[in-house]
């Protein structure tokens, strides 16, 4: 059987890569990808030396990097729950909720109102 996506029409455009935008290679074969990854594992190699060639007299100080996590049981979070407001205390911030609400629409529409004055 013949591929039908095979002749003079459908050849592919050469390769471009993503990391110099040049033809005819990949991110992965990209020369100055190379490059910049010589020169990391040079820097790398210069630390190592120059920590080696320290005297052991030095006294060397090290720093941990740590991250903490604060975990909860699910009884904690259930007994929070367990904690609600009576139905006064509801209604009353519902009131004064209701009235800011009140307050803000007719701002808005006086402010509406200067807008389409203008």
């Known amino acids: ?36 990854k010589l020169f990391k594992k040079k820097a790398l190699k210069a630390l190592h030396l120059s920590d080696d060639e320290s005297s052991d007299d030095e006294v060397t100080e090290q720093v941990a990097n740590l991250c903490f996590m604060a975990s909860r049981d699910n009884e904690e979070i259930d007994n929070e729950v367990d904690d609600s407001y009576t139905f006064g205390e509801l209604q009353f911030s519902f009131d004064e909720l209701l009235v800011e609400f009140k307050k803000k629409c007719s701002e808005y529409s006086s402010l509406k109102k200067n807008m389409a004055s203008i």
């Open 1 to 36: 059987k013949k591929n039908p996506n095979k002749g003079e029409g459908s050849k592919m455009d050469p390769r471009t890569c993503f990391e110099c935008n040049k033809p005819g290679h990949i991110k992965v074969d990209c020369p100055q990808l190379k490059k910049k």
